[in-house]
């Protein structure tokens, strides 16, 4: 839609892991020479963690798309929320094979004979696995176990874990020794700082032919990072919608007021509305509430009252000893 107005070949923020438009920030150059080292050991856990949408998938995608097929090929499973069972007969389907139906014992018999085929042929075997925060131990220990499968003293299987800041406390639970000694080298993806945000926007926008049109002015690259946190799927979707508010409102530059505009658009999006029920009931407590305070307001009068009233006796008290003082002087006593 927006791509003719602006003269770009395709959309730029696509929210799909997309590694032709991979940008290397620090932190994915970083990561990415992590999951180079460890490749290069042909054995083992490599483990990169990362905020949501902070491009770990994005990464190893890239990373695949340099790896010679006649040399390793990978298999990827990213629903995990499975038993181990099931993430056998995942882990199965992934490398193509059949899997239906099939016993665990039969599962890791194929699983065994197609890594020592693969080996025999020269062929290394990597399984990644994204969102390794949902796994439970006991999957995961079933995912160690497939590392024992071994030629003599060559490993036939490395694993890739792909997961959110909490698979790190998994990690290092008690239960998780045995994996974490199999742990070649693990990253922490962090978020991009602002220049690096910059540098990331205009990046996408010139994969898909853009010539600073539309033009982006310093505020507007600084509310970008300051909703985004430096994520690149936020970045991404913010992007967007500014991109298409401004080919509706026929705009060639965007200031921070049009960012501001587009994410208060996106917060009253997706504001929770309040059922029937919910409303009844917050209408129920704004009543009790005002009720509350006229009942409040009502003692403390009543209080103020009886104060009043007792400052009034005993000022009466002490003028009716003031006047009788004054009328019978107290006589001094001569020595």
């Given at each position: 839609?927006?791509?003719?107005?602006?003269?770009?070949?395709?959309?730029?923020?696509?929210?799909?892991?997309?590694?032709?438009?991979?940008?290397?920030?620090?932190?994915?150059?970083?990561?990415?020479?992590?999951?180079?080292?460890?490749?290069?050991?042909?054995?083992?856990?490599?483990?990169?963690?990362?905020?949501?949408?902070?491009?770990?998938?994005?990464?190893?995608?890239k990373?695949?798309?340099?790896?010679?097929?006649?040399?390793?090929?990978?298999?990827?499973?990213?629903?995990?929320?499975?038993?181990?069972?099931?993430?056998?007969?995942?882990?199965?389907?992934?490398?193509?094979?059949?899997?239906?139906?099939?016993?665990?014992?039969?599962?890791?018999?194929?699983?065994?004979?197609?890594?020592?085929?693969?080996?025999?042929?020269?062929?290394?075997?990597?399984?990644?696995?994204?969102?390794?925060?949902?796994?439970?131990?006991?999957?995961?220990e079933?995912l160690?176990?497939?590392?024992?499968?071994?030629?003599?003293?060559?490993?036939?299987?490395q694993?890739?874990?792909?997961?959110?800041?909490?698979?790190?406390?998994?990690?290092?639970?008690?239960?998780?020794?045995?994996?974490?000694?199999?742990v070649?080298?693990?990253?922490?993806?962090?978020?991009?700082?602002?220049?690096?945000?910059?540098?990331?926007?205009?990046?996408?926008?010139?994969?898909?032919?853009?010539?600073?049109?539309?033009?982006?002015?310093?505020?507007?690259?600084?509310?970008?990072?300051?909703?985004?946190?430096?994520?690149?799927?936020?970045?991404?979707?913010?992007?967007?919608?500014?991109?298409?508010?401004?080919?509706?409102?026929?705009?060639?530059?965007?200031?921070?007021?049009?960012?501001?505009?587009?994410?208060?658009?996106?917060?009253?999006?997706?504001?929770?509305?309040?059922?029937?029920a919910?409303?009844?009931?917050?209408?129920?407590?704004?009543?009790?509430?005002?009720?509350?305070?006229?009942?409040a307001?009502?003692e403390?009068?009543?209080?103020?009252?009886?104060?009043?009233n007792?400052?009034?006796?005993?000022?009466?008290?002490?003028r009716?000893?003031?006047?009788?003082?004054?009328?019978y002087?107290?006589?001094?006593?001569?020595?």
């Amino acid at each position: 839609m927006y791509e003719s107005f602006y003269g770009l070949r395709d959309k730029p923020f696509r929210l799909r892991p997309d590694p032709s438009f991979f940008f290397g920030s620090k932190g994915h150059k970083r990561a990415m020479s992590y999951l180079e080292y460890g490749l290069s050991q042909g054995e083992g856990f490599i483990i990169i963690t990362g905020e949501v949408g902070a491009g770990k998938t994005t990464l190893v995608r890239k990373l695949l798309g340099k790896i010679n097929p006649m040399q390793i090929v990978s298999a990827h499973i990213v629903n995990t929320h499975l038993d181990p069972d099931n993430t056998l007969r995942m882990v199965a389907a992934a490398f193509g094979l059949p899997a239906e139906n099939a016993s665990k014992a039969a599962l890791l018999t194929q699983l065994e004979q197609f890594f020592l085929h693969c080996e025999q042929k020269g062929i290394r075997a990597l399984l990644v696995v994204d969102e390794a925060q949902n796994l439970s131990p006991t999957t995961l220990e079933e995912l160690r176990m497939l590392s024992n499968f071994q030629s003599g003293e060559r490993s036939l299987l490395q694993t890739f874990l792909l997961g959110q800041p909490e698979f790190r406390i998994t990690l290092h639970s008690e239960a998780m020794l045995q994996l974490r000694q199999r742990v070649i080298a693990t990253y922490h993806l962090g978020p991009m700082d602002e220049e690096e945000t910059i540098t990331y926007i205009q990046h996408r926008l010139r994969t898909v032919g853009w010539e600073n049109d539309p033009a982006f002015d310093a505020a507007a690259y600084s509310v970008i990072h300051a909703y985004s946190g430096g994520i690149p799927r936020k970045i991404n979707s913010l992007c967007d919608r500014l991109l298409l508010m401004g080919y509706l409102e026929e705009l060639r530059a965007f200031g921070g007021e049009h960012v501001q505009d587009v994410i208060r658009d996106i917060q009253e999006e997706f504001e929770q509305p309040l059922s029937d029920a919910s409303a009844q009931t917050d209408a129920e407590l704004r009543s009790l509430e005002r009720q509350f305070a006229d009942d409040a307001l009502e003692e403390l009068q009543q209080r103020v009252g009886k104060l009043e009233n007792a400052t009034a006796s005993i000022l009466k008290i002490l003028r009716d000893i003031t006047s009788h003082t004054s009328r019978y002087p107290v006589q001094e006593s001569k020595s």
